[in-house]
């Protein structure tokens, strides 16, 4: 064989390796990134939306939150505590007809002291908080976000008025979350049914649009 046809030999034999590389390379970043949307659900479209579109950038974040927090375990609860965060959200619930804004206080402030009884980082840090509750609660940490914003928004120099219905809104919403921290179920991240499947209406929180349901 002459020296130009092995040559031309080494050259097909190296490009095909590198096309090989590439489609082996994007097969995993194909397969990470399925994963990850997968597992977060809403809050991989979040967090896309959040990086202008920037899909890498957002597996990046993501993937940054399960290194820190996937192997977080939650720690059970007591059947007297469990009962006292039910009391207490009961109590948020009733005030709600009468003081709607303090009753989304108090159901922030319960989120954050249940998720932080179940293992998760403590409510004197909220981002991080947040972050960890996304990786096992993706599909209702939403809630967290919601009733946390419109606490903050209805408390000191912050308050900007919201109405009642963003106020009742955000608490439907955090019950979702509230009730799979009180539950004993584990870890939801990868066995909660998708969007929709699964959304908690007034009804179902006792919350209706005249205030809260009795009976």
């Known amino acids: 064989m002459s ?3 092995i040559i031309v030999l080494i050259a097909v034999v190296v490009v095909l390796a590198a096309a090989a590389g590439i489609a082996v390379s994007r097969g995993r970043h194909a397969g990470g ?3 990850l949307k997968r597992r977060f659900g809403p809050e991989y479209d979040r967090a896309v939306a ?3 579109g920037d899909t890498k ?3 990046r974040d993501l993937g940054e939150r399960v290194k820190r927090h996937g192997s977080l375990r939650t720690l059970p609860l007591d059947p007297a ?3 006292r965060y039910a009391a207490r959200w009961a109590v948020a619930q009733e005030r ?3 003081s709607p804004r303090e009753a989304v206080a108090e159901a922030d402030r319960l989120v954050a ?4 009884a179940r293992g998760f980082p403590d409510s004197g840090h909220y981002e991080d908080q947040l972050d960890a509750l996304s990786v096992h609660h993706a599909h209702h940490v939403h809630g967290y976000r919601s009733v946390h914003r419109a606490a903050l928004e209805t408390t000191g120099a912050e308050e900007t008025g919201a109405g009642t219905e963003e106020l009742r809104t955000a608490m439907v919403e955090a019950r979702a979350l509230f009730d799979d921290l009180l539950a004993d179920r584990g870890d939801h991240s990868a066995k909660h049914p998708g969007p929709g499947k699964h959304t908690p209406d007034k009804q179902s929180t ?3 649009r005249r205030g809260v349901q009795h009976g």
Do not use: K, N, P, Q
């Open 206 to 208: 006792g919350i209706t």
């Open 57 to 59: 950038a957002a597996e």
């Open 113 to 116: 002291e249940l998720a932080g």
């Open 81 to 83: 505590a469990r009962e």
């Open 96 to 98: 709600f007809v009468e």
């Open 33 to 35: 990134g399925h994963s």
């Open 50 to 52: 959040r990086h202008d």
């Open 3 to 5: 020296t130009v046809m």
